[in-house]
């Protein structure tokens, strides 16, 4: 990687810059390609315009990427390579997505599970001398909890243990878990990387090339190649996601702060707001809080509800990371019933603050 900032590179990588070719990667479509030849088959080798994707992404935490037809399909690839009688860590409540895979291993009697409270580095470091797959969420979604990453990634651990990190709330820009110790980062591509709603995607990033070649392996195996739409799509989402997030994690620090003061507010969870539990370990080593919060009503589980509802401005929509705020109830989503009945998960985009500011007010206003 040249000597770009993370800025540049998002904007500077992944062309080809040979004379004649197109300034833009383009979508490549195509299932097949002439022989002989080193690509062959798109599931098997990908596309250009994967290609151009993988290096545009790994470059940001200095690993190799491998791109995916959604964050699950990542996930999927990491849980699967764990043979029977794998004992596991993850946190209390990860994504729902996770946890069902989490919870359907275990059920089948595939691994044992230990379930820690991501804020107990701990119990987090305790786990590294038994575990053999340590699955990091941080932040995590949705109560806003921020791992010790340095202090977790870089602690010893037993021979064969992986760490693993989904970073996705904080993006590359926020944090390089690779840098601190993690053997794999995954983000979903769906969300603040792609941007702007129109796409699923996933990413895998390791500086293992054993562990490349294994992912590259199931990636083929799984059928979980991302499209060539959906890779370009995600490349050009990317180029403006520095500009995005210093927009939007503004504007959820100054919303996180107004809500603070609410009187319809119970809570708020912004790892920003040194109120937060995790917010002296964020600050630490994070260069920037993010662009997700969390929020509790006042009232009943059913008033969270009417509030998503009566917002005019913020869509009531699942998924997170566009350049529109979206906010949704997170315990009404199944897999998700221990999270308060109250709490709201704002995702919060790059709108003016003020306007964002007076459609949550008014949302919040009693009826």
């Not at 299932?31 to 250009?48: E, I, M, V």
């Not at 359907?104 to 053999?132: I, Y």
């Amino acid at each position: 990687m040249p000597d770009w900032t993370p800025a540049t590179w998002l904007i500077a990588a992944g062309r080809s810059r040979v004379a004649g070719d197109p300034l833009n990667v383009a979508p490549v479509f195509a299932s097949n390609f002439y022989l002989p030849a080193d690509r062959l088959y798109s599931r098997t080798d990908g596309t250009p315009t994967s290609d151009a994707l993988e290096e545009l992404l790994g470059g940001l935490e200095h690993g190799r990427a491998l791109a995916f037809a959604s964050g699950m399909a990542a996930v999927a690839v990491v849980f699967g390579r764990l043979p029977v009688g794998s004992r596991i860590a993850v946190p209390t409540d990860p994504y729902h997505g996770v946890a069902g895979i989490v919870d359907e291993g275990e059920a089948h009697g595939r691994w044992t599970v230990d379930r820690l409270d991501q804020a107990d580095t701990p119990a987090w470091l305790d786990a590294l001398r038994t575990c053999d797959l340590v699955w990091l969420e941080s932040p995590e979604n949705p109560m806003m909890t921020v791992a010790d990453l340095p202090t977790i990634c870089g602690a010893p651990r037993r021979d064969g243990t992986l760490v693993a990190v989904d970073s996705t709330f904080a993006t590359p820009l926020n944090q390089q878990p690779l840098d601190y110790g993690a053997d794999i980062v995954m983000h979903s591509a769906t969300k603040f990387i792609g941007g702007h709603s129109d796409l699923l995607g996933g990413v895998l990033i390791t500086r293992d090339d054993e562990l490349y070649d294994e992912f590259h392996r199931r990636r083929l195996l799984y059928g979980a190649t991302i499209g060539a739409m959906e890779a370009f799509l995600t490349i050009r989402g990317a180029r403006t996601l520095a500009l995005r997030l210093e927009r939007a994690q503004q504007n959820a620090l100054e919303l996180a702060q107004r809500l603070d003061a609410h009187p319809g507010i119970a809570r708020v969870l912004y790892p920003g707001l040194p109120s937060h539990g995790t917010h002296d370990v964020a600050r630490a080593f994070m260069t920037g809080f993010g662009a997700m919060l969390s929020f509790e009503t006042t009232g009943t589980g059913e008033r969270a509800s009417e509030v998503c509802a009566r917002a005019e401005l913020i869509n009531h929509a699942t998924s997170l990371g566009g350049v529109e705020s979206t906010m949704e109830r997170r315990a009404v989503i199944a897999g998700q019933e221990r999270i308060p009945p109250t709490l709201i998960r704002l995702s919060v985009g790059c709108e003016d603050v003020e306007d964002l500011w007076a459609d949550l007010d008014q949302a919040l206003r009693p009826s």
